[in-house]
């Protein structure tokens, strides 16, 4: 008997659906593009338990004939594509036919649809892929899908699914950023208790952000807008060959065009910055991707404007012709490959750059950023070098660029151009061995301008980004000495100095005190007393679907942890007590790091979890602060506190909170042993 055999159509399914449905938000993904693709102007999204239990999808699109509904869940069957010349130049977000037979064959299916010149409607169910009912009904113009009990079939895959929250909060994401990218249209996202998202349809994308994200949010993004015919940037003309073989003599004769390369949508400003790049959202032609491609360009684009650990909020639509652009790469269609990649790169990179440029006035420019990236970046490194002329990026229309601003944006806060037999010393032992970067063909290095005091400049802030994991940690044994330090004075008013007869010891004052008052909110929770204030106005929230989905889950833990939470509205927070120590002005930024944070979480969500990241949190941001000078006693009480803990080693976060120097490190230093 042959080894090879042909699969069963039921695992056949089941395969296809591990490509295409990856979790619940792949399933709205797939049916909310159908809706899209159906012309739809009304999308109505429900869930329960983050999709796991239930996910519906309702539309007002064109429907479906009776013998349509029943051919749909065949494998590859599909209205968008005739042959394969259609694959080149494809139009619509769905065009494989495999998203609803996939869908079917791991959950519990129900369709509803009428096409609006049919007077009755068709009813579908499908258990695991298997038909089981057929009828008629009367209903609305249409389609509404029901999708229950995802994965009831394929527990391995259910096994894997995380926390309500998080799938919750990717569907959310979602569906915000779809309706982002079509403003006409009316959208709503529902789950079991609370109207994530209600968006009416609105004139443009200026006041589709206003109406999801609010007034506060707009103005911290920048518009942007820039196109330029495909021909003057590179695109090659067709062959004689081909010309003379495939086309006709008029279209022979006609101005060869390729169409436009456009892109719009909002960059946010310097200040603005996120620890990792799940604010930025890319679609091209409606169709929500990830390309690597593409967030090189908008990373490069910010290049030296912000440090290179943080990333930028973008929203940035790009449209080109359908012929230059391949949609056929992944399952899921979330990739794309572009015919000429350079081209849309550096047009990606250039109009980002020049909306940025454009944006602020030189001399504020240079003084209002607050982020500090490091010198390391030359002149040769982004493709100009003293002396260049001025002019526009190449490819951007009506953007005029001088030396003047391109030094103003390429120059990082606190910097300077020098020659660089001219920089001190003292700047580059403050700045690390790797701080400055000289071209061997360039004049002049970025250097610190002398007058800036750089003990005044930290490189790093207080945030502690990692997200918590389960603390594995034991008492460490040097832990007893700490009770035995005398603190001799401190390192730029950031790092306390201490000696004991073991040795030199350094010590991270804020994260010291972080794991101080870590430990000391966790037993008070325990107590159920929790020190908190009242805040002299209350402070409202503005929250995204994503971040309402998360506050729905973690409102009674943080209410328990010192906070008074409540819904304000119809996706507004109120917080009218705060956790005593955690200064007024932290709290929104507290909150929405915490969001974001639980937003993301890959695991699923305890209780002793969620309360450790909360209590995590509210250490971080009551603690002492970098660059803060300490008394004699405050550094002692430090010390001795730290001392009590029962992980005096590492703060909350993983971060070391002390470093010693032994005396054989000293006297092997000096050569003593």
């Known amino acids: 008997m042959g080894r090879i055999h042909v699969l069963s159509e039921a695992v056949a399914n089941k395969i296809a659906a591990g490509e295409v449905v990856e979790r619940p938000a792949s399933v709205v993904k797939e049916l909310l593009e159908n809706s899209l693709d159906a012309g739809s102007t009304r999308i109505k999204i429900q869930v329960e338990a983050g999709g796991k239990k239930l996910i519906q999808v309702t539309d007002n699109g064109c429907g479906m004939l009776r013998d349509d509904a029943l051919l749909a869940f065949e494998r590859h069957a599909t209205s968008k594509l005739k042959n394969a010349e259609d694959l080149l130049s494809v139009a619509t977000l769905g065009f494989r036919g495999e998203a609803l037979p996939s869908i079917a064959s791991v959950s519990r299916l129900r369709l509803e649809t009428r096409a609006a010149e049919e007077d009755a409607g068709t009813i579908v169910e499908i ?7 057929v009828e008629e009904a009367g209903l609305p113009a249409g389609t509404s899908i029901t999708i229950r009990d995802l994965f009831f079939n394929t527990p391995a895959r259910k096994k894997f699914l995380k926390a309500e929250s998080t799938e919750l909060s990717h569907i959310a994401s979602l569906v915000t950023h779809y309706a982002l990218a079509h403003p006409d249209k009316h959208f709503e996202l529902h789950s079991a208790t609370n109207a994530l998202l209600v968006a009416p349809p609105v004139a443009g994308s200026s006041e589709r952000v206003y109406q999801v994200f609010g007034k506060e949010v707009l103005d911290q993004l920048i518009p942007l807008a820039a196109s330029q015919p495909l021909e003057r940037l590179g695109i090659p003309q067709p062959p004689p060959w081909r010309r003379a073989a495939e086309l006709e ?3 022979e004769s006609a101005p060869k065009s390729f169409g436009d390369l456009r892109a719009h949508g909002f960059v946010s400003k310097p200040e603005i910055q996120k620890l990792n790049r799940n604010s ?5 032609n409606g169709r929500l991707i990830r390309d690597r491609l593409v967030m090189h360009a908008i990373i490069e684009a910010y290049r030296n404007i912000i440090p290179p650990t943080v990333y930028p909020v973008v929203l940035l639509f790009l449209e080109l012709p359908v012929g230059e652009v391949d949609v056929n790469v992944h399952p899921s269609k979330t990739e794309v490959r ?6 849309v790169h550096d047009f990606v990179r250039e109009s980002v750059r020049a909306a940025l440029m454009k944006a602020r006035p030189v001399p504020q420019f240079t003084t209002e950023i607050s982020a500090h990236p490091t010198a390391g970046a030359s002149l040769g490194q982004s493709g100009l070098t003293p002396g260049a002329s001025s002019g526009a990026p190449s490819g951007v229309r009506g953007v005029t660029v001088d030396i003047a601003a391109w030094r ?3 120059t990082p806060p606190g910097f300077a151009l020098q020659p660089p037999e001219l920089l001190p010393e003292t700047a580059r032992l403050g700045f690390g061995n790797d701080a400055i970067t000289v071209e061997a063909n360039a004049a002049v290095a970025l250097a610190p301008v002398p007058d800036i005091s750089i003990a005044q400049s930290p490189t790093k802030d207080d945030s502690c980004a990692p997200p918590i994991d389960d603390e594995g940690e034991t008492s460490n044994e040097l832990a007893p000495a700490l009770a035995t330090l005398k603190p001799l ?4 008013e950031s790092f306390i100095l201490a000696v004991n007869g073991e040795g030199l010891w350094i010590i991270d004052q804020h994260v010291a005190h972080e794991r101080v008052l870590f430990e000391k909110i966790l037993k008070q929770r325990s107590a159920q007393k929790v020190e908190s204030q009242r805040l002299l106005m209350p402070l409202v929230l503005e929250l995204t679907p994503a971040q309402l989905a998360v506050f729905e889950e973690i409102c009674a833990e943080l209410n328990q942890n010192g906070f008074e ?4 509205g119809t996706r507004s927070v109120a917080i009218k007590v705060a956790p005593a120590g955690v200064d007024a002005a932290q709290v929104e930024h507290m909150l929405h790091e915490l969001f974001e944070q639980f937003a993301k979480e890959d695991q699923v969500l305890n209780l002793e979890k969620i309360r450790a ?5 509210i250490a971080c941001h009551a603690a002492i602060k970098v660059n803060m000078p300490l008394e004699q006693n405050k550094m002692e009480w430090l010390l001795a506190e730290l001392a009590k803990t029962e992980c005096p080693m590492s703060c909350p976060h993983g971060r070391p909170v002390v470093l010693r120097y032994s005396m054989k490190d000293i006297q092997r230093a000096f050569k003593r042993i």
């Not at 258990?127 to 009912?133: C, E, P, S």
């Not at 930025?280 to 091209?284: A, P, S």
């Open 565 to 568: 939470a409540e819904l304000f």
């Open 408 to 410: 103003a944006v390429n």
């Open 489 to 492: 004075g401190q390192i730029r």
């Open 249 to 251: 003599p008029e279209e």
């Open 613 to 617: 990241r909360i209590a995590a949190s």
């Open 280 to 284: 930025i959202y890319v679609f091209v």
């Open 338 to 343: 572009f015919r000429q990649q350079s081209v």
């Open 127 to 133: 258990n695991g892929g298997k038909i089981f009912n």
